[in-house]
Nanobody, 122 residues
């Protein structure tokens, strides 16, 4: 499984960005997809996840109500819509693929893409 997150950039506080992560895999719908982020000097943390069909999602409390995760299984792509961005959202964002539902830990995902940097200015 190969993943590549894109869509990051510099945005002012209150702005929006949409991240995309296409997957090179034969059976994309077999994987739970997650988004994580890592700020400078901090550990990688869970942001959001979406189930195999997209019917279920869950979020970290810090982004709930502002971020929306979605997926298009036909296009083998997962998305992260980020609204009302805050300076504390500044981080490198990573997409990941796993087999088990409801994992918020790095160890719960087997495959990782290269990250995309999101910088939110105040």
């Amino acid at each position: 499984v190969q993943l590549q997150a894109s869509g990051g950039g510099l945005v002012q506080a209150g702005g929006s960005l949409r991240l995309s992560c296409p997957a090179s895999v034969r059976t994309f719908s077999s994987y739970v997809m997650g988004w994580f982020r890592q700020a400078p000097g901090k550990e990688r943390e869970f942001v959001a996840a979406i189930s195999w069909s997209g019917g279920s999602t869950y979020y970290a409390d810090s982004v709930k109500g502002r971020f929306t995760v979605s997926r298009d299984n036909a296009k083998k792509t997962v998305f992260l819509q980020m609204n009302s961005l805050k300076p504390e959202d500044t981080a490198v964002y990573y997409c990941a693929a796993g087999l088990s539902w409801y994992s918020t830990t790095v160890g719960g995902y087997a495959y990782w893409g290269q990250g995309t940097l999101v910088t939110v200015s105040s």
